[in-house]
């Protein structure tokens, strides 16, 4: 089911392996989660770059015999969902130009909020676009610059760009890892015998057999070539930042370490303080897989209810599942999740769950958890209420279908017919991750943004949001 908001994507890149292109496509299926709707990798043997992307999984779009043909030591790889131009082949990353008898190839993470002026600036002064989406603003800033070299080339661009980026960049030289000063989205450095990594998530170390050495940080460029690794700040460290914590709640694998946690842990802990702060008589906790899993874990613990296995994933559902007409929708659920009637039949089940964002889905997950037998059936969820847009790389919808933007937590639970329905407090959220609260961005809860002007929630109600993907009803 695709009600979830679950745009974001992937980034991976290597140098110094032979055969970079089957390391990257390993990456990349460790990053899958990240992206499903499009992916792509860039090699470069030192003299020249080959690409090849399509839309589709990992496995889909890769075979022996294109990955043979991806040429070189060196490369990068994106899983993509688009949250800037819609989801076509034209929009699949790595970005790839040509430009002063150079190659140039970007993958972005993360959404730019001012990508629409600097587009139309760009337009005006003659710069033809091939792509709708966001991060090709960045390869025409680069190339705009007088510089020849391509750090300086892109530090230049990168002064224009505000929003979301976690960026990796390949010439035929150098490898280049980015970071923007806020910090939105997770880049990770690692190491794999003297050969340098790149990757949004650890979990893709861990399958390459590559030893993590740091996270990328905030307004920080690496640039690794056959001299090793450089590195350069482009903004001065900040006191504040906006690393993105629902990357913790929901997006990352629980196997990653980001902003400096192992993710399963925090998703404990998240459940550990969901269940002092909303306890409850229960005969068991429940998870809902995959994602509700580590937060349900630490509800039991700290509950003492103990944790069963009453909803069962069928893995197979990704983007290409085709959403049932409204008449069969409730079937379309059970697709992906299915409740064990022996277990949940005549208790008291409390099921713990990460995010509520339409409240569709949920809603039809408890009517199966009652049809099944359930006596009572409390919901549990690891994060506050949504009520706010994300403007930096997810594609939340407008505020209108948010449900905790328009009804109340009683009402939601009337909605979603729980006995009892506790979201986790903002404080509770923050207590959970190590670093202190202004490290994170918390902007789809509070309606507080790190940005002025361009992606705001002013716009968005003014009905000039620059996140095109946020489709505002009129009237
Ligand atoms: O707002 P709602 O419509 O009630 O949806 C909420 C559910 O959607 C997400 O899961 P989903 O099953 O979409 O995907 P996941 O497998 O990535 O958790 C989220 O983790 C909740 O389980
Ligand atoms: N969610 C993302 O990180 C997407 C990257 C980029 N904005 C795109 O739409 O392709
Ligand atoms: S608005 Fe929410 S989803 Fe978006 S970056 Fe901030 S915390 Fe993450
Ligand atoms: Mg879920």
Redesign the pocket.
């Known amino acids: 089911m695709n009600d979830h ?1 679950k745009h974001y994507c992937g980034l991976f890149g290597v140098f110094g392996v032979p055969n970079a292109s089957y390391l990257i496509y390993l990456g990349l299926y460790a990053l899958q989660h990240r992206g499903e709707e499009s992916c792509g990798i860039v090699t470069s043997d030192g003299e020249e770059l080959s690409i090849h992307k399509d839309m589709g999984l990992v496995s889909d779009v890769f075979n022996d015999e294109n990955l043979r043909l991806l040429k070189g030591d060196r490369g990068i790889g994106h899983v993509r969902y688009s949250t800037t131009g819609s989801s076509l082949v034209k929009n699949a990353q790595p970005l790839f130009v040509d430009y002063l008898g150079n190659s140039l190839a970007v993958a972005h993470n ?1 959404n730019l909020v001012n990508s629409s002026s600097l587009r139309k600036e760009l337009e005006r002064t003659g710069s033809i676009f091939q792509t709708t989406c966001d991060s090709e603003v960045i390869v025409h800033l680069m190339a705009r610059s007088s510089s020849r070299n391509v750090v300086t080339k892109l530090k230049s661009a990168l002064k224009k760009i505000k929003g ?1 980026y976690s960026l990796v960049l390949l010439t035929e030289k150098e490898l280049i890892g980015v970071r923007d000063p806020e910090g ?2 997770p880049l990770c450095l690692g190491k794999k015998g003297e050969s340098w990594c790149l990757a949004s998530e650890t979990c893709a170390f861990d399958l390459i057999e590559a030893k993590f050495v740091r996270e990328v940080e905030p307004g920080e460029i690496v640039v690794i070539t056959d001299k090793g690794l450089t590195s350069a700040r482009f903004a001065a460290r900040a006191k504040r930042n ?1 690393c ?4 913790h709640i929901y ?1 990352a694998r629980p196997d990653s370490i980001i902003f400096g946690e192992t993710v399963h842990l925090v998703r404990q802990k998240l459940g550990e303080t969901l269940a002092k702060e909303h306890p409850v008589d229960a005969d068991y906790v429940i998870p809902i897989p995959d994602s509700g899993t580590s937060a349900a874990l630490g509800f039991s613990h700290a509950s003492g209810i103990p944790l069963e296995w009453g909803a069962i994933r069928n893995h197979y559902v990704g983007r290409t599942f085709i959403q049932p007409h409204q008449k069969i929708r409730d079937l379309g659920v059970k697709v992906k999740i299915n409740i064990l009637r022996e277990v949940v039949a005549g208790k008291k089940v409390v099921i713990v769950d990460d995010s509520i964002v339409r409240g569709t889905t949920s809603r039809i997950r408890v009517k199966n958890f009652r049809a099944a037998g359930a006596r009572e059936v409390h919901m549990r969820i690891s994060c506050p209420p ?1 009520r ?7 594609d ?1 919808p407008s505020p209108d279908e948010l449900i905790a933007n328009r009804y109340s937590v009683n009402e939601i639970r009337d909605y979603l017919g729980v006995d009892s329905l506790g979201y986790l407090s903002l404080e509770g959220m923050l207590s959970a991750v190590k670093m202190p609260a202004h490290k ?6 509070v309606g507080k ?2 940005f002025k002007g361009a992606g705001t929630l002013k716009n968005v109600l003014e009905k000039k949001c620059v996140c095109q993907r946020i489709e505002i009803k009129e009237g």
């Open positions: 908001p993360g979301a939105f989205r906006s993105c914590i629902f990357e997006f949504h706010f847009p994300c403007f930096y790389g997810i939340f994170y961005c918390v902007s789809c809860w943004y790190p």
